[in-house]
């Protein structure tokens, strides 16, 4: 069983940055890979980055590409998701997954609750 918690989120104007934390409890957390997704309103969940277990493989949609950089801590059960150059199109609730290392929503275990991130025009 693994609880995720992000924080992070908030208010930025556009070309401002970010950074997302989720913390993961658990002694299990080094065995999944961690995921990025965002849900904006009216809209389906949609993949932004994802990390290996290890932390040496990475793989990010070609909207956040150049522009965010996922990272984790295995030591400290965290995963981030550093934000620049952000955008308005990003304006979304942000939700860290564990599961495999894969784009699909559905082949993640679990989920934390999200953080909001609004980037203003």
């Known amino acids: 069983q693994v609880q995720l918690v992000e924080s992070g989120g908030g208010l930025v104007q556009a070309g401002g940055s970010l950074r997302l934390s989720c913390a993961a409890s658990g002694r299990t957390f080094r065995r999944y890979a961690m995921g990025w997704f965002r849900q904006a309103p009216g809209k389906e969940r949609e993949f932004v980055a994802v990390?290996?277990?290890?932390?040496?493989?990475?793989y990010y949609a070609d909207s956040v590409k150049g522009r965010f950089t996922i990272s984790r801590d295995n030591a400290k059960n965290t995963v981030y998701l550093q934000m620049n150059s952000l955008k308005p199109e990003d304006t979304a609730v942000y939700l860290c997954?564990?599961?495999?290392?894969?784009?699909?929503?559905?082949?993640?275990?679990?989920w934390g609750q999200g953080t909001q991130v609004t980037v203003s025009s």
């Open positions: 997954a564990a599961g495999g290392l894969d784009t699909r929503p559905g082949t993640y275990d679990y």
């Open positions: 990390i290996n277990w290890s932390g040496g493989n990475t």
